[in-house]
């Protein structure tokens, strides 16, 4: 039985069982949060490798060493992408792309203020975290087995 069913089943809205989740603060879940700061800065951190390089290998070399088949590397210590980034990274990609824009505005902008992110994502300072806590929801349950 599914997280909804059980909420449903209690007469609870998942809604209402995520807000209990997370601090009053716009609806943001802390565990989510968490994920999205350490997936942020592993991608600033790794963003000017480049599109077609993974920890300083081409993805040609990284190929040919795998005769064919691209096996993906989750050792930190060679600098490759740890699982837990990965797997955020797979979540946010699958988000409607207007919430994918907060999110990246949110942990990949950093040195914008809170009003230049949201007019960056084209919408008002509420709608902006209205938006980013929905993120962070649909997160929480497309990761349910990480958390």
Known sequence: MGM?????????????????????????????????????EWTLRNENSGGGEVAGV???????????????????????????????????????????????AQYLDLAATHQQRAEACGCAYKTFYRRLAEAHQRILFSMQAAF
Do not use: N
Not at 10 to 32: H, M, N, T, W
């Open 4 to 40: 909804h069913e059980v909420l449903a089943g209690q007469g609870r809205s998942v809604q209402d069982a995520v807000k209990r989740l997370g601090p009053k603060r716009g609806g943001l879940i802390p565990s989510v949060d968490r994920k999205l700061k350490a997936w942020g």
């Open 58 to 104: 081409s993805m040609l070399g990284k190929l040919i060493e795998g005769r064919g088949m691209l096996v993906r590397s989750t050792d930190p210590s060679v600098g490759s992408m740890p699982d837990e980034v990965f797997d955020v990274g797979r979540a946010v990609e699958r988000l409607p792309v207007k919430l994918q824009q907060v999110v990246e």
